[in-house]
């Protein structure tokens, strides 16, 4: 093999100079003129640098001791890293862009609103599609942790993408789309994009029903930086996509040209979940007649609570359609005594007391008594750069022996 193709870090700071800075590298690295890159955040006032080391010892640019495992990389991105240490996924340019044309609409040139931190999958799509499209994306200034996602920027943001094109399309994660809908501002600003990506995690069924009711055109996404983004749109797989599960519900496994090569500096974990049949995912779903993919759960997501079986996305999910609720994350600690302790962290728009009595109450009459949690009520859920609620964070928060946030 020739000498090894460069790996580059590319310093992301927060707000609208990130993407900005970010481009040029990635014009470079998808035409194969420039380097493989590794896009990084910087260290701000929100992105700890043990948060950027971990990025950086996952994806480990410039690292002579590890060339690339291949010279078809154009990218490596991290993982959320949300439960457990983040993984550089290895993504080649045609990996990259496999999905782009369907997303964008063949001949289209829609006019996309960056919402998402371009360092991770979501929002680093977020660009590749605005290149394709020819129109460089307008940037909310809270990109990244520079700000608080408001509705107020968001208004502004696609006011300017009107400015451009009748086609505004925006990614977001359920948070954001959540927030938005608490207000008219939002709710009248979405109802201008003709397409609203939501992915990053479990959208709630409730919400994106929510946001139908006011006419928004809302569109799930499901996949993972392993699979280039979201490769599965309100459940049915995007055309060369397929999504099978090993039972009923079962593992989901993924195949498709979006999927990665692997991961940077772990063979044997490459080897065990990408095979000759895809990427195996660590989802449990059940596929419909149809072809129709519904997320049930995670493969780790049960744990034995006075010996019965209880998983805490059924509780997260079951709070968070709670009238009251705008946003629930649920973890389980270990306690002193090696039994499992199950917390649910609130956002609500009333934060009368008496609503963690009815949030327990309204758990054990649906799931059971051995689900209540502990309930503990936050002004915001703890999010990582990336947009995902930190849940590492959150089982800190609950192992303390007040036990609140």
Same mark, same amino acid.
């Given at each position: 093999? =020739? +000498?090894?193709?460069?790996?580059?870090?590319?310093?992301?700071?927060?707000?609208?100079?990130?993407?900005?800075?970010?481009?040029?590298?990635?014009? +470079?690295?998808?035409? !194969?003129?420039?380097?493989?890159?590794?896009?990084?955040?910087?260290?701000?006032?929100?992105? =700890?640098?043990?948060?950027?080391?971990?990025?950086?010892?996952?994806?480990?640019?410039?690292?002579?001791?590890?060339?690339?495992?291949?010279?078809?990389?154009?990218?490596?991105? +991290?993982?959320?890293?949300?439960?457990?240490?983040?993984?550089?996924?290895?993504?080649?340019?045609?990996?990259?862009?496999?999905?782009?044309?369907?997303?964008?609409?063949? !001949?289209?040139?829609?006019?996309?609103?960056?919402?998402?931190?371009?360092?991770?999958?979501?929002?680093?799509?977020?660009?590749?599609?605005?290149?394709?499209? !020819?129109?460089?994306?307008?940037?909310?200034?809270?990109?990244?942790?520079?700000?608080?996602?408001?509705?107020?920027?968001?208004?502004?943001?696609?006011? =300017?993408?009107?400015?451009? =094109?009748?086609?505004?399309?925006?990614?977001?994660?359920?948070?954001?789309?959540?927030?938005?809908?608490?207000? /008219?501002?939002?709710?009248?600003?979405?109802?201008?994009?003709?397409?609203?990506?939501?992915?990053?995690?479990?959208?709630?069924?409730?919400?994106?029903?929510?946001?139908?009711?006011?006419?928004?055109?809302?569109?799930?996404? @499901?996949?993972?930086?392993?699979?280039?983004?979201?490769?599965?749109?309100?459940?049915?797989?995007?055309?060369?996509?397929?999504?099978?599960?090993?039972?009923?519900?079962?593992?989901?496994?993924?195949?498709?040209?979006?999927?990665?090569?692997? @991961?940077?500096?772990?063979?044997?974990?490459?080897?065990?979940?990408?095979?000759?049949?895809?990427?195996?995912?660590?989802?449990?779903?059940?596929?419909?007649?149809?072809?129709?993919?519904?997320?049930?759960?995670?493969?780790?997501?049960?744990?034995?609570?006075?010996?019965?079986?209880?998983?805490?996305?059924?509780?997260?999910?079951?709070?968070?359609?709670?009238?009251?609720?705008?946003?629930?994350? +649920?973890?389980?600690?270990?306690?002193?005594?090696?039994?499992?302790?199950?917390?649910?962290?609130?956002?609500?728009? /009333?934060?009368?007391?008496?609503?963690?009595?009815?949030?327990?109450?309204?758990?054990?009459?649906?799931?059971?008594?051995?689900?209540?949690?502990?309930?503990?009520?936050?002004?915001?859920?703890?999010?990582?750069?990336? !947009?995902?609620?930190?849940?590492?964070?959150?089982?800190?928060?609950?192992?303390?022996?007040?036990?609140?946030?």
């Amino acid at each position: 093999m =020739s +000498a090894a193709k460069v790996l580059a870090r590319v310093p992301v700071p927060p707000g609208t100079d990130g993407p900005a800075r970010l481009l040029p590298a990635l014009v +470079a690295a998808l035409d !194969g003129s420039g380097p493989a890159i590794a896009p990084i955040p910087t260290v701000s006032a929100t992105v =700890s640098n043990d948060y950027v080391m971990s990025l950086l010892a996952a994806v480990r640019p410039d690292d002579d001791q590890l060339p690339l495992e291949s010279d078809d990389v154009a990218a490596v991105l +991290a993982t959320s890293g949300s439960t457990g240490a983040p993984r550089g996924v290895l993504l080649t340019g045609a990996q990259i862009t496999s999905m782009t044309s369907v997303v964008n609409g063949s !001949g289209a040139a829609p006019q996309w609103i960056a919402a998402l931190p371009v360092t991770s999958m979501g929002g680093f799509n977020v660009l590749v599609r605005a290149l394709a499209a !020819g129109r460089e994306p307008v940037v909310l200034p809270s990109i990244g942790g520079a700000g608080p996602f408001t509705e107020e920027a968001f208004e502004a943001a696609v006011q =300017s993408a009107a400015t451009h =094109s009748d086609d505004i399309r925006v990614a977001l994660v359920p948070a954001q789309l959540s927030r938005l809908l608490s207000g /008219d501002r939002g709710i009248a600003a979405l109802q201008q994009c003709t397409a609203v990506l939501v992915g990053g995690a479990a959208t709630r069924p409730s919400l994106a029903a929510g946001a139908r009711d006011f006419g928004i055109a809302v569109i799930t996404t @499901y996949g993972a930086t392993e699979t280039a983004g979201g490769c599965v749109f309100d459940g049915v797989p995007l055309p060369g996509v397929t999504v099978t599960a090993d039972g009923k519900p079962g593992v989901l496994t993924i195949a498709g040209p979006c999927v990665a090569l692997g @991961y940077r500096g772990e063979p044997d974990l490459t080897r065990r979940t990408f095979t000759s049949a895809g990427y195996r995912t660590s989802d449990l779903g059940a596929i419909a007649a149809d072809g129709t993919v519904t997320i049930v759960g995670r493969v780790d997501d049960v744990v034995i609570i006075r010996g019965v079986n209880v998983s805490p996305h059924a509780v997260e999910r079951m709070i968070a359609d709670l009238p009251d609720v705008v946003s629930a994350a +649920a973890v389980t600690v270990i306690r002193p005594e090696g039994e499992p302790s199950l917390h649910a962290f609130i956002e609500v728009r /009333d934060t009368a007391p008496a609503i963690a009595a009815h949030i327990e109450a309204e758990v054990v009459r649906q799931l059971g008594a051995h689900a209540r949690p502990v309930v503990h009520h936050v002004e915001r859920l703890p999010h990582l750069p990336n !947009g995902k609620v930190d849940r590492r964070l959150l089982q800190e928060w609950a192992a303390r022996p007040e036990g609140d946030g």
